[in-house]
């Protein structure tokens, strides 16, 4: 009985160790966890971007699970990628001020270093959808995702509706930002 104890206090440490081995960081308060309790599936909100740094729109759907996203924009000047984008926090102010859209959104206190890993998104920032995702190379872009984690049901952490998409290029300055604004009128899915 003691040996079959000590056997299992060994495997317990050493899968403690395995996992240690990994070393991926997640949140201070752990994974991400997926969102199923969207309101209503396929309501629409929707970033629209005009700028002279890029012009078009990311929209998020409320899916089964999360959110479905498609980044449909074009402008983004290939030599000053590869491009970075996240939910911020915050709206876009009165003001315009990319920098004033507050930080990513992270409701898991996980920071942006060491980097996401692409492999395990509930590890990450939920905001940071390119670290999930993918950087953009810029030029033409039509890219669809679905990120489990982000929410439209506004009493959840993960909740993206009236935050800022805010776009960074291969220097980290923030060029562009829009808030995602609900689409009232969405046609039928
Ligand atoms: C929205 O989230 C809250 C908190 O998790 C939950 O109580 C509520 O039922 C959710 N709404 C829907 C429509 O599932
Ligand atoms: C979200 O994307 C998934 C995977 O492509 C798709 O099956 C689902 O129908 C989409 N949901 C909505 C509401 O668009």
């Not at 929209?59 to 491009?83: C, K, S, W």
């Not at 033409?140 to 290029?169: C, H, M, P, W």
Request: hydrophobic residues 35%; glycine residues 12%; charged residues 20%.
């Amino acid at each position: 009985m003691q040996r079959l104890f000590s056997l299992v206090t060994f495997l317990g440490a050493a899968s403690l160790a395995v996992g240690q081995a990994t070393d991926v960081t997640t949140g201070a308060l752990g994974d991400a966890q997926p969102v199923t309790t969207n309101p209503e599936v396929g309501e629409t909100w929707v970033a629209t971007f005009d700028s002279d740094a890029v012009k078009g729109t990311v929209t998020a759907v409320a899916a089964e699970v999360g959110v479905n996203y498609t980044i449909d924009v074009t402008g983004l000047a290939e030599e000053n990628g590869p491009y970075k984008y996240h939910i911020h926090v915050s709206p876009v102010p009165e003001s315009g001020s990319c920098a004033d859209t507050g930080g990513h959104l992270d409701p898991y206190q996980r920071r942006d270093t060491p980097p996401c890993e692409s492999t395990l998104p509930q590890t990450c920032e939920v905001g940071d959808l390119s670290g999930k995702y993918g950087l953009l190379d810029g030029g033409d872009v039509e890219k669809v995702f679905n990120d489990a984690y982000s929410s439209l049901n506004a009493t959840e952490v993960g909740y993206i509706g009236g935050r800022a998409v805010v776009f960074q290029d291969g220097s980290g300055a923030r060029i562009a930002c829009a808030t995602l604004v609900k689409v009232e009128d969405a046609c039928e899915q």
